[in-house]
C-alpha cells in the first residue's frame, strides 16, 4: 500500500461517515472459528472500523490493529470504548508496518486486499511476526468475486485464491483452506452472495 494515495484517500472517504460501512459485528468467518486463535496477543490487518479488533478483545486477547486510515482507526478506538474493551489501534501502511519476528500469537486479516506485490511480501512476514504454535486466520474475496456487485474490489489482482494463499504463507501448516460461495451480510457495503477464501493455517512449535 506505499505510495496509494488514491487508495487511502477512497478509503478515508469511505470510513469518515458516521455509519459502521461494514458494520459493529464481528466477521462471520471469525466469529465462527475465534476460539481456534490462541489467548495472548492478536494483530488484525486493514482492520477498518474496527469491528473484528473489538469481539476479540471482548474474549480476553490482547488486540492491536493497524489500518491505513485515520478515520478507520478513530472508529476503531470510539468502538473499543462502546465496548468496554482497550484496542492498540495505530495507523500504518502494510506495505511498510513493521510486524515483528516471533510477536504475535495470533493474526488476522478480514478482507485485506491489497496488491499482490505488497500482499506477498506482507504475508511473508506474517510468517515472520507469527510465535511457534500461532494461527494466521483470513477471509477474503476470490477472483470469482468479480461482477457480482456484492464487495470487494474490482481488480483480479487484489484477490486471493487457496493455491496462492498456501504459496505465499508456506511453511505453515494449514488447518482450513477452502473456497466458497456464502452470504456475506456485514454492512452496507458486503451484502449478497460472496466468492470466498477462507484460511486458518498455524505455525509449527
Not at 458494520?23 to 476460539?35: A, V, Y
Not at 490493529?65 to 501502511?93: F, R, Y
Not at 478480514?110 to 494466521?136: E, T
Not at 484477490?159 to 460461495?181: H, I, N, Q, V
Amino acid at each position: 500500500m506505499s505510495d496509494h494515495s488514491g487508495a487511502q484517500a477512497m478509503w478515508e472517504e469511505r470510513f469518515s461517515v458516521d455509519d459502521y460501512v461494514y458494520g459493529t459485528e464481528p466477521n462471520g468467518f471469525l466469529r465462527q472459528n475465534g476460539s481456534i486463535l490462541p489467548m495472548g496477543e492478536v494483530l488484525c490487518l486493514a482492520e477498518g472500523e474496527g469491528r473484528n479488533a473489538v469481539f476479540l478483545a471482548a474474549t480476553g486477547r490482547l488486540v492491536s490493529s493497524v489500518d491505513l486510515t485515520e478515520a478507520g482507526v478513530a472508529k476503531t478506538l470510539h468502538l473499543a470504548v462502546a465496548g468496554g474493551v482497550a484496542i492498540d489501534a495505530v495507523v500504518g501502511d502494510l506495505a511498510s508496518y513493521d510486524l515483528g519476528v516471533n510477536r504475535w500469537d495470533a493474526i488476522v486479516s478480514i478482507f485485506a486486499h491489497m496488491p499482490s506485490s505488497v500482499r506477498v511480501d506482507l504475508h511473508r512476514r506474517v510468517v515472520a511476526a507469527l510465535r511457534p504454535g500461532g494461527v494466521f486466520l483470513l477471509e477474503a474475496y476470490t477472483p470469482d468475486q468479480i461482477g457480482r456487485g456484492t464487495g470487494g474490489p474490482t481488480s483480479a489482482d487484489l484477490m486471493m485464491t487457496a493455491k496462492g494463499l498456501r504459496e505465499e504463507l508456506e511453511p505453515l501448516e494449514f488447518l482450513r483452506s477452502e473456497e466458497l460461495e456464502r452470504d456475506v451480510i456485514e454492512g452496507s457495503h458486503h451484502t449478497g452472495t460472496g466468492s470466498v477464501v477462507q484460511v486458518i493455517a498455524c505455525k509449527s512449535v
